[in-house]
């Protein structure tokens, strides 16, 4: 398996870091596609710029930077999740093929519209790999549940001392028996 994520991350980053570098140098070329959406988004989210062409900019260093670092597997799970939130905004903006004039241009539209809906899966499944250790919510649990174990256990010892004690007392004559 760890000879798999050694190829299939690359392969599933190469597109960001290419299409990431490319907005990133000519965001002119999508910013007219991209208005409608950044400025939906830019409502709601204040992170993300007004400005669509800095919008772009942004959205395409995002994916070259978290495409870049899925490649090389540094935090492969956080890049993977980075390029799936920009995924989401460059799908609804590049590819609208509901709103296509043509049957053709809706036809290929489609076909890209469902291979980034397939991609962002596979970006999802890169992002709960855990590469066969298990995840920070796993550990949590676990290391709670130990604790908890433990406690109960300490409790449980604690409970014969004080018992034996009196038991012992009794056996001195200290504390009259029944």
């Known amino acids: 398996m760890a000879v798999l994520r050694t190829f299939a ?14 907005a990133l140098v000519h965001p002119d070329r999508v910013v007219p596609a991209a ?16 400005d669509i062409r800095t919008a ?5 260093g995002v994916q070259l930077v978290a495409g870049t ?26 590819h ?7 049957k053709q241009e809706r036809a290929g539209q489609r076909i890209h519209f469902l291979k ?11 992002a709960a ?3 066969g250790k ?19 256990c300490a409790r449980r010892t604690a409970r014969p001392a004080t018992t034996s004690t009196g038991a012992a007392h009794r056996l001195a004559g200290l504390v009259p028996g029944h």
Do not use: K
């Open 35 to 50: 208005e409608p959406v950044v400025r939906r988004i830019a409502r709601w989210v204040p992170v993300v710029p007004a």
């Open 56 to 60: 772009v900019r942004l959205n395409g």
């Open 134 to 152: 298990p995840s920070l919510a796993w550990r949590t649990r676990h290391r709670a549940h130990t604790l908890h174990h433990d406690a109960a």
């Open 9 to 22: 991350r690359p392969m599933l980053a190469s597109i960001y870091v290419l299409q990431g570098y490319d």
């Open 116 to 126: 980034n809906v397939s991609m962002f899966g596979g970006l999802l499944i890169a």
């Open 96 to 102: 609208r093929f509901w709103a296509a004039e043509n």
């Open 69 to 94: 670092l899925l490649a090389v597997g540094r935090v492969p799970r956080l890049a993977a999740l980075a390029i799936a939130a920009t995924l989401v905004p460059t799908t609804l903006a590049g």
């Open 129 to 131: 790999d855990t590469g």
